[in-house]
């Protein structure tokens, strides 16, 4: 059976998930000393956000996107945690299809509408969305 690129990340996202979710802690990115934190016990969605930058974006638009997307957390009460990073070739045997990934924890999905429709949030799609080529986003349940 041949996997595309895509069905790759998001079996490979999928896992991550899982794996985070039995470990019960996530790290967030606001945490200086990168100490685990345990979820809060309301934390029910997962939310992965994937983007692929355009050619030619500079390190620093990248650097800016990252820091933006940081200090959403520290500005919408709805993020409960937040991680992110570029991707890595890990197993795969071609360069993954994105360049960052996300991740950010929510109590349920009507904050995660309350939290896309969030000036801040706004704010950043249009002060960042110029360098992306693309963007995937994915919601799952976490499970206790």
């Known amino acids: 059976m041949k996997f595309s690129m895509r069905n790759i990340l998001i079996i490979s996202l999928s896992i991550f998930v899982l794996t985070a979710c039995s470990q019960n ?11 685990a934190l345990s979820l809060p016990a309301e934390a029910r969605i997962q939310r992965i956000v994937c983007f692929k930058f355009k050619a030619g974006t500079t390190p620093e638009a990248i650097q800016q996107h990252m820091r933006g997307f940081a200090n959403l957390k520290d500005s919408i009460s709805y993020i409960l945690s937040y991680q992110a990073g570029p991707t890595v070739l890990g197993d795969l045997t071609e360069k993954p299809e994105y360049d960052v990934m996300h991740y950010c924890t929510y109590r349920n999905e009507d904050e995660i509408k309350l939290y896309s429709a969030h000036p801040v949030h706004q704010r950043f799609i249009k002060q960042n969305k110029a360098i992306w080529e693309k963007v995937l986003v994915i919601n799952s349940q976490v499970r206790p």
Do not use: D, L, N
Request: aromatic share 10%; no cysteine; glycine share 10%.
């Open 25 to 35: 802690t996530f790290t967030s990115a606001a945490t200086q000393e990168g100490s």
